[in-house]
């Protein structure tokens, strides 16, 4: 099962920043948060990953709380084409394991 | 550089019926995994192949499955006999084989059966 929790939806306006956030209270130290995304009827997408340090790429920000309980993906300037499910990973089984995906978010960016 | 291909982008089949999906990774990934959502389901992992070796079968749904990948380059994933409850879209990834703790999976564009 997911060891991870979002909420079913979000909207957003575009231009503004999108916060999506996860709960992953059942943490191990060593696992990590990865971010992955689905636009519609294509596959999973990689965003970004992170530890316990925040962590920022050319398409997002992630921010994992102090005691790695929860995290916020931030899409800094959401467009139309960001609109997607997205989906908070905790990773098992190292940097080869499998990824165990959960319902995710469906985000949906509006004009 | 070609992302992960799958073929056939669609099949309707029908139950009882055998077909085969096949998954191209990116050259060089030594790792290959396969994933499928069912209808209203969360993507679900099904089977991790290192080069030619099933690394991880945990999450084969059952022995109608069968994946190989002789070679170690393109996976094949045969049902066999198709069942209603087997359709949904089927998702194949690919990552290199490193010691980071960056390994990304790409995805494929997956592969959209239907079983009647």
């Known amino acids: 099962d997911a060891k991870t929790t979002q909420p079913p939806s979000m909207d957003c306006a575009e231009g503004r920043a999108a916060n999506l956030p996860c709960n992953h209270s059942?943490?191990?130290?060593?696992?990590?948060v990865y971010w992955y995304r689905q636009i519609h009827s294509q596959g999973p997408q990689y965003i970004i990953h992170?530890?316990?340090n925040n962590e920022t790429n050319e398409m997002a920000s992630l921010i994992i709380t102090e005691d790695r309980k929860s995290s916020t993906l931030i899409l800094p300037h959401a467009t139309l084409r960001d609109t997607a499910v997205y989906y908070c990973i905790v990773r098992v089984g190292g940097s080869q394991g499998n990824l165990i995906f959960g319902k995710g978010t469906k985000l949906s960016v509006k004009p | 550089e070609a992302g992960v291909t799958q073929f056939p982008s669609h099949s309707v089949i029908e139950k009882g019926q055998t077909v085969t999906l096949r998954c191209d990774p990116i050259s060089g990934h030594d790792n290959l995994y396969w994933y499928r959502r069912v209808m209203g389901k969360e993507i679900k992992f099904l089977l991790h192949?290192?080069?030619?070796?099933?690394?991880?079968e945990s999450g084969m749904p059952n022995n109608r499955f069968l994946a190989e990948r002789t070679g170690g380059t393109y996976s094949t994933l045969k049902v066999q006999p198709a069942e209603l409850e087997d359709s949904g879209v089927y998702f194949c990834a690919s990552s290199p084989l490193l010691a980071s703790t960056y390994n990304e999976q790409f995805f494929g564009p997956g592969t959209r059966l239907t079983v009647l």
């Open positions: 059942t943490i191990s130290g060593n696992e990590y």
């Open positions: 992170g530890l316990k």
């Open positions: 192949f290192v080069k030619e070796s099933k690394q991880d």
